[in-house]
């Protein structure tokens, strides 16, 4: 009987220590795109999903300033996390955003210089530079971390494993019913239904179209 209760207790232990290998389920896919030329930087997400608390403080973002452009185009973060703005051309920028989700605007200057903002908030922040018209980006406020950028051949994976190993987050995703949804600035916003796995990946196919957009969250 002793060796009976020993043997639960131990397996509710190995539960507790390593609650995310209970439940490691991903989602991999690709997005089929009309209307544009090439399908990536499309962000897919969880619209809900567990946020676990993070190390945001260690974990900077990097939007960076090359030959007169932002890159990336499009840099999704968890809500509290802080994007580092480094100017590496030849000329001097000017960073800034009149988005409802973070209005900021820091200043003009010079190669070699960056500067650093926090988003406190969810939402979509469009970023300009004052001195290139022809400057703009997008910065993603995520609730969880649980969202990717699809690459050159529309291909995506959740949870992303370069996010989540810069997070220091175990790779996993608890199964169950998710909405995956896309934004893109020029694509209509595409949601659907999916049911993730204990282990093992779900395969996902969007297909979006040009248009106006959704918001991240209602």
């Not at 796995?197 to 969250?217: D, H």
Request: glycine share 6%; net charge positive.
């Amino acid at each position: 009987m002793r060796r009976c209760i020993n043997r639960i207790l131990l397996a509710m232990a190995l539960l507790l220590y390593f609650p995310m290998q209970a439940a490691a389920g991903t989602i991999t896919g690709v997005v089929k795109v009309n209307g544009l030329r090439s399908p990536a930087d499309i962000l897919v997400f969880l619209t809900h999903a567990p946020a676990p608390v993070l190390d945001l403080p260690r974990a900077h973002f990097v939007m960076d300033q090359r030959n007169l452009t932002f890159l990336p185009h499009i840099l999704p973060i968890p809500v509290g996390a802080t994007v580092d703005f480094p100017n590496h051309d030849q000329v001097a920028h000017n960073v800034f955003s009149l988005s409802r989700t973070k209005k900021f605007n820091l200043g003009s200057y010079k190669p070699g210089m960056s500067k650093s903002v926090r988003f406190d908030k969810p939402g979509i922040v469009e970023l300009r530079c004052d001195v290139h018209a022809e400057m703009r980006a997008y910065i993603l406020v995520m609730k969880n971390p649980y969202f990717a950028v699809t690459d050159a051949r529309g291909r995506f994976e959740i949870p992303d494993p370069a996010l989540f190993q810069k997070l220091g987050l175990t790779k996993g995703l608890a199964a169950g019913k998710y909405a995956v949804k896309t934004w893109h600035e020029k694509l209509k916003s595409k949601k659907q239904v999916v049911t993730v796995p204990a282990q093992g990946a779900l395969s996902v196919q969007l297909a979006v179209k040009r248009g106006r957009p959704g918001v991240l969250y209602k």
